[in-house]
């Protein structure tokens, strides 16, 4: 299938979702949902809280920067008889604003969530800026692919408020007891933000400046048009205890292509940066046994160059998750460890063109591991956790450990306080940002 036949069938899909919700409406009318209990349809609850880090300087400690800077959340809900409202707002104060665009960016980051949701008999549609999370992982995923991801504190925020909102059309299909397909459409593919300023700017970015290389000298593709539209559809079960799913994704990878090629031979000339468009097949499952609870994940990447042998093209690839978390029988301790491999295919190909490939390696290796593990234990009733937190990546071999606490004080107010280090080589996943070890505490009070 051409790409100009792939895309005229995202179109189709999206549109047809659309028309035939609202055809199926008219025939068969809303389903109802009553709740007579309710004081009032609109729902609300929030969170605020002060963040200080303590940048650590081992040479004068007395000199260690500190990074201040207060964050509100709050959420809306809102429930009619057949439909209803979320909304997730975010106010922080951790931004370094350097011109007007950030500014913008800002305040469009400030919607966590906004979107609609429409009960019909058998089907739900939903619409509006939305965060979908597919698979089975625990804060590390295969083939989570539609929501683009703000790297510019991605060290030290969850998964979910990494992520960033996008603009959709969401149809939810119930069947059997447990069953659930998902189909999506989205307008168009927003990359990755990654910082341009401030201690968490990747080594990728500061070498290409220290060429002199800024971003009024690349020439970046478009991605807010019709022809950048991502699909995808999930459908997930339940069967005699385990849980599985799979997932098929029309979409953009993540990494962009930079093309230097150009620039190299004439710096006058601007640096292209695209991406690649990519099907992304992936396939999960959970099960209870034996104390533990395990996981799963595959994804098959399949790009333009299935060969292996273009240099500005990414080749396929595989990525697997396997992990488990268990109680331990000690006190209230608890074990959470799972792995993330990557295997890039074709890579004969990358090695035969050697620098000019977009993936090539130094180190001649195109097979990568991530390693996180989370040990923790309660105590006072469950008021305070101790726990110890980490990440390996085995290519690379760096690494990162937090060791923290939370302590609910009285009511809904907590003080969490986290020691983050990180470790390896420069230009390394963990060892780019060794100078930013910190301590943080953060004072947290939920309305």
Known sequence: MNKNKEFFLLIVVGLLMTVSAVLFADDTGFTTFNDT????????SGTGSVHTRYMTDYDDIAASTVILYPELHIGLHYKGESSGFTGSFTLSGNHDFTNSSDIAEYLSSMIDEAYYRTFFSGFNLSAGFMKIVWGKGDEIFTFDNINAVDYS?????????????EAMIKLDVPFGQQGLIEALYTPVFTPDTFPTTGPWVQSDYTAMTAMGITTNKMDTEDMKTLSHGQGGIHITNSLGGVDFGAAYEYTFLREPVVNMSAFMTDPTKKIKVTWDRLHLFGIEAAAALGGFNFRGEGAYYLTGDTAGTDPLVHNNKIQYLAGFDKNIPVHNMSINIQDRG??????DGIKDNEAADIEYSDSGSYISNIIAADLRDTFFNDTLTVKMSGAYSAGSKSYMLAPGIEYTIKDDAAVKIRYTLYRGDSGTLFGQFKNNDMLEVIFQYSF
């Open 37 to 44: 209990s309710a004081v009032s349809p609109l729902t609300w």
């Open 153 to 165: 504190d991605f060290m030290n925020n969850s998964y979910l408020d990494r992520k960033k909102a």
């Open 342 to 347: 990557e295997i890039i295919l074709g890579s």
